[in-house]
Each structure stands twice: as structure tokens, then as C-alpha cells.
């Protein structure tokens, strides 16, 4: 992508309004908070303070906004509580230019790593830096810098003891994301009606599971039908996908296929019914046709050997969720066994090392961030502070809240903020030109904008950066402050602010593109480990745990989400592909895509711990992971992956007497979607036949052998999928 249509896009991006759900509670809570805390400090403090206080609850606010599954009120009170002390070490060193410089670098360094800590650490830090250079200036002495850091407190108080005493929709987002982790399933059901082959997003999956993990607190207050249903849809989803799949299901025609197709439909209707319950708190309505196709006799008589079985437990499981829906926690974990969430306390020690680790790599984008960061805050400042407009706090304000670790973000939000910038200084002029500058009416004005903020915050960037000027202007102007002080300067030093961040990342960039081997060797490895975690359990039943393979999964479904997050932030990037080119790329993921759903159909097939041990498959173990190990170090060295290893351990002579061809079918499916992972990384392999070891029978059905290519996979098909 060039420079020129780089930029076009993320503009396109930044000035972009998305339909969003609004949450008009949600945003009058903490509207409601800000009142408050602005009327009682205006009150009893005067209008100074008010204004401290003011930025102390509307960035506590901020916070609870976050896509975090931490408590809200927590998250409110680490807020106003880290802008207290910024705010009051930054005031005892405004005076000293040497000094509070010192100061800005340091703190903004720190927010600037603070981001390998998670997307919500680092915007709260990088907020309290910006928030920090303007409140530095309004206290007058060092007792006033304590009243005020004291108001920021109470602040974020304020805003939390909302959120305890009047709770939105309580485990709503819960319900939601767990509502949409069945819903997924569901049309993951559908689609194999018509895909038998067809891939499974994860995501609504991890999401789903992220916010099962809990503190004790919240455990004890749990709804019970949040309890248990998220650890049966991770069962379901394999059994699904094992009774469409033509190489270890139903044969792609026939009488069993129109059966498969009639269960997979109804299991689509139960799933759908279940999550309708699921967000809305109501009983499961289940429709009449879906409960007969599970409970009629014909499933024995045209099913047979693994589909039947598959069947069979699909039916069972899909009963436990139904029962667990309506309350009743059924197989699913018991209310005190639950994923515990450490304190924020705990996670200091977590962060810090994290923040550690980041600096041990001079490359890391999140070191490169916080270098930039750094270096943009303190240069805007001291050209803020030469030019002769006063108050040279807006463009490094600006610039931190513009810069994030990525390319598309920062310039998106550079221009969104720009743009937004004019737009609510302009409206916020005209405003307070028609009622005045009463403390009192600004102050309402504040609030006001505040409230439309919280609203629009999620339909984009342009429409949250017009309401936050909008709400600055009002602010300042209840503290005493004239329009035609603070309009012209904050337009241009906002420009400045922009141009700098803009400049900093082309000048030092921290590019993704060229990490996309790393990240796909990452996948590579984490995907053969869960294959090899599998194929284990069927050598030695009796001595390998599902605690392995559960874990080996999770580390899987990461190392994917890093490599799609790595393609969408290279997408927007003006750099050449430098070795892996978009449809490179798209192939190996489709061959890794297919490699992880032949170890989840082989997983949905697990032996119990009394059956007999397989020692070839043990053997087939050991090759995965070696293999995958030492193919991830080759795809970083932009070598092609070599799967002798694995071809070897299938041409074991054992093999024949393994009457299991599940097993059989599904190892072989794993060469030949790893085969075609090398083939995609090497135009020059030539494309793989059917005669490739062992493999024609189980794959013929599949429809992915190389051999039935007519060309090259075109990338929009795999775009779409």
C-alpha cells in the first residue's frame, strides 16, 4: 500500500461514524457523576477546583467504558487516583521548566510501556499524562495542588459509588458475550449444513471466557445460568464439526448426509434459543421442530460407528446447556470453581514485569511507542511553550492522546481529532457567546457534552474528539477563561500536536508487516503443540490429562487472534510485504485453519481413560512437535517448514492394525494440510498429488487436496472466509 492511499484510509477511518448500540444509562450515569462532583466543588471550592474535580469523574468515567472485565467501580477509582498524584507531582515541578520536563518524560515513558500491560492500562495512563498538563495549571499553591489532586479523588469516588449503587443491566455485558459464543455455534451449525469443511471463528469463544473469569466477589453474586453453559459450547463445537466433516462423518451424499443436515439444523434452533434466554434473563422457548428431530428413533438405524456416536452426544449436550440455561447449573462447573481474577494489587508485580520484558527488545513496538511518545510530549510542550500563543500544553496534550503503538490508529485518530477539534470548538464558541461565561452555565454546558461523549464514544473517534472539545472549551470557560483565549491556540496547537505524532511514527515506525513470520511461526508452533497434545491422549489415555490438551488449545486460539490482529494492523501499513505477500499469507492461514480443525475433530473422538494405548500414535506425537518446533523456526528464517518427520511416523507398519480410523484418517489430514502450509510458503514446491503418502482416502472428501486445484487460491476467497 503507498503513502498516498495509506493515508486516504485511515482518514476515511478516523472521520468514519459507525452504527453502534448506545447505552443512554450508561452515559446519564456518568453525566450524573460529573454534575455532582463539578456542582459540590463549584459550591464549596470555587470554580478552580471545580474544574480540577471535573477532569478527575470525566476521566474516571472514561475509564468504565473500557472493554475490560475488571469491576467498573475499580476501574473508576485507579482512574482519578493515578491523576490525583500526577497532578500533584506535576505541579510541584511546573515552576522549573528543567524539572517538570523530567517529570513529563518519565511519566509518559512509563504510559507509554504501561500498553504491554493490556489496551485499558495503557489508555488510562496515557489519558492521566494528558489530562496532567492541563490541570497542573490551575492550582495557585501547594495546599491548593493537594484540595485539587484531593477533588480528583473524591471524583473517581463519585463515579464508582454510582456504578455500585445504581448497576445498568447487571451482568449484561456477561450475558451478552456468552449470548453471542452460542449464537456463533449456532451459525457455525448452519454453515456446515452447506460447508462440511467450513472454519470456526473462536473468538466470541475466548471473549466468552474472558469475562467468566472472576473475582470471588462476583463469583458468590453470579447468575446460575452463567455458570456452566460456556464449558458446554467448548464441547459442542468439536462434536459439530466431527458430524459434518466427510472424512471422519457422514459420506458427502446420501441418506446420512440429509440426516447430519437435519440434526445440524436443529442443534442451529437450540443453540439460537438458548442464547435468546441467555441475554434476556427468560426461559428457554425451544421450537417444537428441533426437539422432535433429537428425539426421534431413525438416528440408530441410518447412522452408524462415529457419526452416530457424535449424534448421540451432541443430543446430550445440547440438553445440559438447554437445562443450565434456565438455571440449573447441570455438568457444568460448580459455583466456587470458577477462572479467578487477581486484584488490581496483585497485578502490579504482573505489570511490571511485563513493562520489563518489553524493554529487554529494543524493537518491540510497545518500547518504540513509549520512545516516540516521549520524545513527541516533550518536544510539543517546549514548542508550545516558544510560540506566542500560551498555553503550549495543547499540542503535547494532543499528541499523547493521538499516539497509539500502531500505524492506523494514530493517524486515524489524528485525524479525527483535528477534524473533531474544529467541529466542537466551533459549536462550543457559539455556544457560549449566546449564554455568556457564567461559572454555573458552563459548567451545565460541561456536562452536557460530557453525556453526548459517553453516548457517541463507541460510534468512532470523530464524534467523541468534537464532544471532548467541546467539553474542554466549557470547562476552561467556567474556570474564568475567555473563548477568544483559548480557541485559535487550541485549534493550531491541536494541528501541531497531529503533525508531530504523525511525523514521529514515519521517522521511527514500528512496522508489523515485516513481523508477520514471527507470527505466523508463533501459530505454527502453538498449533502443532494442540495437535500433538491430541494425538498424545490417544497414545497413552490413561496418563495424559485433558488439562493439557485444554491448555495447548487456549495457547492455539491466542497465537491465532495475534497473527489476524498482525494482518489487520499490516493491512493499513505503506510498507512492501518484504517476504510474505498478501497471498502467501492468506494461504498459510487457511492451511493452519484446516490443521487446527483436524486436531479439534480428533479431539472430539478422545478416548476414555480405560481404552487401549496406540504406540504409533505416540510416536506421531513426538514428530508433531518437533516438527512444528523446528518448522516456526524455519518459516522466521523465511525457510520452507520440512514434515519428514511426521510422513515417517505415518508410514509406521502399526498403523495397519489401528482399527480406529478416525485416528487414522486425521493424522493423515494433518500431513497434507501441513504439506500445503510449505507449499504456500514456497511458490517453487510443485502443487502436492493424491498420491502423496496415505492421504487420498481421507482427504479425496474433504475437497482441499491440492491436486483438485485449478490454480492458484484466489485471495478474496480466502478474505471471505
Same mark, same amino acid.
Given at each position: 500500500?503507498?503513502?498516498?492511499?495509506?493515508?486516504?484510509?485511515?482518514?476515511?477511518?478516523?472521520?468514519?461514524?459507525?452504527?453502534?448500540?448506545?447505552?443512554?444509562?450508561?452515559?446519564?450515569?456518568?453525566?450524573?457523576?460529573?454534575?455532582?462532583?463539578?456542582?459540590?466543588?463549584?459550591?464549596?471550592?470555587?470554580?478552580?477546583?471545580?474544574?480540577?474535580?471535573?477532569?478527575?469523574?470525566?476521566?474516571?468515567?472514561?475509564?468504565?467504558?473500557?472493554?475490560?472485565?475488571?469491576?467498573?467501580p475499580?476501574?473508576?477509582?485507579?482512574?482519578?487516583?493515578?491523576?490525583?498524584?500526577?497532578?500533584?507531582?506535576?505541579?510541584?515541578?511546573?515552576?522549573?521548566?528543567?524539572?517538570?520536563?523530567?517529570?513529563?518524560?518519565?511519566?509518559?515513558?512509563?504510559?507509554?510501556?504501561?500498553?504491554?500491560?493490556?489496551?485499558?492500562?495503557?489508555?488510562?495512563?496515557?489519558?492521566?499524562?494528558?489530562?496532567?498538563?492541563?490541570?497542573v495549571?490551575?492550582?495557585?499553591?501547594?495546599?491548593?495542588?493537594?484540595?485539587?489532586?484531593?477533588?480528583?479523588?473524591?471524583?473517581?469516588?463519585?463515579?464508582?459509588a454510582?456504578?455500585?449503587?445504581?448497576?445498568?443491566?447487571?451482568?449484561?455485558?456477561?450475558?451478552?458475550?456468552?449470548?453471542?459464543?452460542?449464537?456463533?455455534?449456532?451459525?457455525?451449525?448452519?454453515?456446515?449444513?452447506?460447508?462440511?469443511?467450513?472454519?470456526?471463528?473462536?473468538?466470541p469463544?475466548?471473549?466468552?471466557?474472558?469475562?467468566?473469569?472472576?473475582?470471588?466477589?462476583?463469583?458468590?453474586?453470579?447468575?446460575?445460568?452463567?455458570?456452566?453453559?460456556?464449558?458446554?459450547?467448548?464441547?459442542?463445537?468439536?462434536?459439530?464439526?466431527?458430524?459434518?466433516?466427510?472424512?471422519?462423518?457422514?459420506?458427502?451424499?446420501?441418506?446420512?448426509?440429509?440426516?447430519?443436515?437435519?440434526?445440524?439444523?436443529?442443534?442451529?434452533?437450540?443453540?439460537?434459543?438458548?442464547?435468546?434466554?441467555?441475554?434476556?434473563?427468560?426461559?428457554?422457548?425451544?421450537?417444537p421442530?428441533?426437539?422432535?428431530?433429537?428425539?426421534?428413533?431413525?438416528?440408530?438405524?441410518?447412522?452408524?460407528?462415529?457419526?452416530?456416536?457424535?449424534?448421540?452426544?451432541?443430543g446430550?449436550?445440547?440438553?445440559?446447556?438447554?437445562?443450565?440455561a434456565?438455571?440449573?447449573?447441570a455438568?457444568g462447573?460448580?459455583?466456587?470453581?470458577?477462572?479467578?481474577?487477581?486484584?488490581?494489587?496483585?497485578?502490579?508485580?504482573?505489570?511490571?514485569?511485563?513493562?520489563?520484558?518489553?524493554?529487554?527488545?529494543?524493537?518491540s513496538?510497545?518500547?518504540?511507542?513509549?520512545?516516540?511518545?516521549?520524545?513527541?510530549?516533550?518536544?510539543?510542550?517546549?514548542?508550545?511553550?516558544?510560540?506566542?500563543?500560551?498555553?503550549?500544553?495543547?499540542?503535547?496534550l494532543?499528541?499523547?492522546?493521538?499516539?497509539?503503538?500502531?500505524?492506523?490508529?494514530?493517524?486515524?485518530?489524528?485525524?479525527?481529532?483535528?477534524a473533531?477539534?474544529?467541529?466542537?470548538?466551533?459549536?462550543?464558541?457559539?455556544?457560549?457567546?449566546?449564554?455568556?461565561?457564567?461559572?454555573?452555565?458552563?459548567?451545565?454546558?460541561?456536562?452536557?457534552?460530557?453525556?453526548?461523549?459517553?453516548?457517541?464514544?463507541?460510534?468512532?473517534?470523530?464524534a467523541?474528539?468534537?464532544?471532548?472539545?467541546?467539553?474542554?472549551?466549557?470547562?476552561?470557560?467556567?474556570?474564568?477563561?475567555?473563548?477568544?483565549q483559548?480557541?485559535?491556540?487550541?485549534?493550531?496547537l491541536?494541528?501541531?500536536?497531529?503533525?508531530?505524532?504523525?511525523?514521529?511514527?514515519?521517522?521511527?515506525?514500528?512496522?508489523?508487516?515485516?513481523?508477520?513470520?514471527?507470527?505466523?511461526?508463533?501459530?505454527l508452533?502453538?498449533?502443532?503443540?494442540? =495437535?500433538?497434545? !491430541? &494425538?498424545?491422549?490417544? /497414545?497413552?489415555?490413561?496418563d495424559?490429562? @485433558?488439562? $493439557?490438551?485444554? %491448555? +495447548? #488449545?487456549?495457547?492455539?486460539?491466542?497465537a491465532?487472534?495475534?497473527?489476524?490482529?498482525?494482518?489487520?494492523?499490516?493491512?493499513?501499513?505503506p510498507?512492501?510485504?518484504?517476504?510474505?505477500?498478501?497471498?502467501?499469507?492468506?494461504?498459510?492461514?487457511?492451511?493452519?485453519?484446516?490443521?487446527?480443525?483436524?486436531?479439534?475433530?480428533?479431539?472430539?473422538?478422545l478416548?476414555d481413560?480405560?481404552?487401549?494405548?496406540?504406540?504409533?500414535?505416540?510416536?506421531?506425537?513426538?514428530?508433531?512437535?518437533?516438527a512444528?518446533?523446528?518448522?516456526?523456526r524455519?518459516?522466521?528464517?523465511?525457510?520452507?517448514?520440512?514434515?519428514?518427520?511426521?510422513?515417517?511416523?505415518?508410514?509406521?507398519?502399526?498403523?495397519?492394525?489401528? =482399527?480406529?480410523? !478416525? &485416528?487414522?484418517?486425521? /493424522?493423515r489430514?494433518?500431513?497434507?494440510? @501441513?504439506? $500445503?502450509?510449505? %507449499? +504456500? #510458503?514456497?511458490?517453487?514446491?510443485?502443487?502436492?498429488?493424491?498420491?502423496?503418502?496415505?492421504?487420498?482416502?481421507?482427504?479425496?472428501?474433504?475437497?482441499?487436496?491440492?491436486?483438485?486445484?485449478?490454480?492458484?487460491?484466489?485471495?478474496?476467497?480466502?478474505?471471505?472466509?
Amino acid at each position: 500500500m503507498t503513502w498516498f492511499r495509506a493515508l486516504k484510509e485511515t482518514s476515511r477511518s478516523g472521520l468514519t461514524l459507525e452504527r453502534a448500540r448506545l447505552e443512554p444509562l450508561v452515559a446519564l450515569r456518568g453525566a450524573v457523576g460529573l454534575g455532582i462532583t463539578i456542582g459540590v466543588c463549584l459550591w464549596a471550592l470555587g470554580p478552580e477546583a471545580a474544574a480540577s474535580s471535573a477532569f478527575g469523574a470525566f476521566q474516571a468515567a472514561i475509564a468504565t467504558f473500557q472493554r475490560s472485565w475488571r469491576p467498573r467501580p475499580q476501574l473508576a477509582l485507579a482512574s482519578g487516583a493515578s491523576l490525583a498524584v500526577s497532578t500533584f507531582l506535576g505541579y510541584l515541578t511546573i515552576s522549573h521548566l528543567v524539572l517538570f520536563l523530567g517529570l513529563l518524560a518519565v511519566w509518559t515513558f512509563v504510559a507509554g510501556l504501561s500498553w504491554a500491560a493490556g489496551p485499558t492500562t495503557g489508555m488510562i495512563a496515557s489519558s492521566n499524562v494528558a489530562m496532567m498538563l492541563v490541570t497542573v495549571t490551575l492550582p495557585t499553591s501547594v495546599a491548593d495542588a493537594g484540595v485539587h489532586a484531593a477533588t480528583m479523588v473524591a471524583g473517581g469516588l463519585i463515579q464508582a459509588a454510582l456504578i455500585v449503587l445504581f448497576p445498568v443491566r447487571r451482568w449484561g455485558r456477561q450475558r451478552d458475550v456468552l449470548a453471542d459464543a452460542l449464537a456463533a455455534e449456532a451459525d457455525y451449525a448452519r454453515r456446515l449444513r452447506q460447508d462440511p469443511v467450513a472454519p470456526f471463528d473462536p473468538v466470541p469463544l475466548m471473549e466468552a471466557r474472558a469475562a467468566a473469569v472472576l473475582t470471588p466477589r462476583q463469583a458468590r453474586r453470579r447468575p446460575a445460568e452463567l455458570r456452566g453453559a460456556r464449558g458446554l459450547a467448548e464441547r459442542i463445537r468439536p462434536v459439530l464439526a466431527s458430524l459434518a466433516d466427510p472424512a471422519v462423518g457422514v459420506p458427502p451424499n446420501g441418506p446420512e448426509r440429509d440426516r447430519a443436515r437435519e440434526l445440524l439444523g436443529a442443534a442451529a434452533a437450540v443453540l439460537d434459543a438458548t442464547a435468546h434466554a441467555i441475554r434476556h434473563g427468560t426461559a428457554v422457548d425451544l421450537p417444537p421442530a428441533a426437539v422432535a428431530a433429537f428425539r426421534t428413533p431413525d438416528t440408530g438405524s441410518v447412522l452408524k460407528g462415529a457419526p452416530h456416536r457424535a449424534a448421540t452426544r451432541l443430543g446430550r449436550l445440547l440438553q445440559d446447556v438447554v437445562e443450565t440455561a434456565g438455571g440449573e447449573p447441570a455438568d457444568g462447573p460448580s459455583p466456587a470453581a470458577h477462572l479467578r481474577r487477581p486484584s488490581l494489587l496483585s497485578l502490579v508485580p504482573v505489570a511490571l514485569k511485563g513493562m520489563r520484558d518489553e524493554l529487554r527488545h529494543h524493537s518491540s513496538p510497545v518500547v518504540r511507542h513509549a520512545v516516540r511518545v516521549t520524545v513527541v510530549a516533550c518536544a510539543g510542550y517546549l514548542l508550545g511553550t516558544a510560540l506566542p500563543f500560551g498555553h503550549g500544553y495543547w499540542a503535547p496534550l494532543a499528541a499523547v492522546m493521538i499516539m497509539r503503538p500502531d500505524f492506523t490508529q494514530t493517524y486515524s485518530r489524528a485525524v479525527a481529532r483535528f477534524a473533531g477539534t474544529l467541529v466542537g470548538v466551533a459549536v462550543a464558541t457559539g455556544v457560549l457567546q449566546l449564554t455568556g461565561a457564567d461559572p454555573e452555565v458552563s459548567g451545565a454546558l460541561a456536562v452536557a457534552s460530557a453525556a453526548l461523549m459517553y453516548l457517541l464514544m463507541r460510534t468512532g473517534q470523530f464524534a467523541a474528539q468534537a464532544c471532548v472539545a467541546a467539553y474542554v472549551v466549557f470547562l476552561l470557560g467556567m474556570g474564568g477563561e475567555q473563548w477568544t483565549q483559548t480557541v485559535p491556540e487550541r485549534v493550531l496547537l491541536t494541528l501541531l500536536g497531529g503533525v508531530l505524532a504523525m511525523v514521529a511514527y514515519a521517522v521511527y515506525p514500528a512496522w508489523e508487516t515485516p513481523r508477520l513470520r514471527a507470527h505466523l511461526a508463533d501459530w505454527l508452533a502453538a498449533q502443532g503443540r494442540y =495437535a500433538a497434545a !491430541v &494425538v498424545r491422549h490417544y /497414545a497413552e489415555p490413561a496418563d495424559t490429562s @485433558l488439562a $493439557e490438551v485444554r %491448555e +495447548a #488449545l487456549l495457547a492455539a486460539r491466542s497465537a491465532r487472534a495475534a497473527w489476524h490482529a498482525a494482518v489487520a494492523r499490516a493491512a493499513g501499513e505503506p510498507v512492501r510485504h518484504r517476504g510474505l505477500s498478501r497471498v502467501t499469507a492468506d494461504d498459510a492461514e487457511e492451511a493452519l485453519t484446516q490443521t487446527g480443525r483436524v486436531a479439534m475433530l480428533m479431539e472430539a473422538h478422545l478416548p476414555d481413560r480405560d481404552a487401549p494405548a496406540l504406540p504409533p500414535a505416540a510416536r506421531l506425537a513426538d514428530a508433531l512437535r518437533t516438527a512444528t518446533e523446528a518448522g516456526a523456526r524455519a518459516v522466521r528464517e523465511r525457510r520452507v517448514p520440512d514434515w519428514t518427520a511426521v510422513r515417517d511416523a505415518l508410514e509406521d507398519p502399526e498403523w495397519a492394525d489401528v =482399527a480406529d480410523t !478416525v &485416528v487414522q484418517q486425521s /493424522a493423515r489430514l494433518l500431513l497434507r494440510h @501441513l504439506t $500445503e502450509l510449505s %507449499e +504456500a #510458503l514456497d511458490t517453487a514446491v510443485p502443487p502436492m498429488t493424491t498420491g502423496t503418502t496415505g492421504a487420498t482416502g481421507a482427504t479425496g472428501a474433504t475437497g482441499t487436496t491440492g491436486g483438485e486445484r485449478d490454480g492458484p487460491r484466489n485471495p478474496r476467497d480466502s478474505a471471505a472466509r
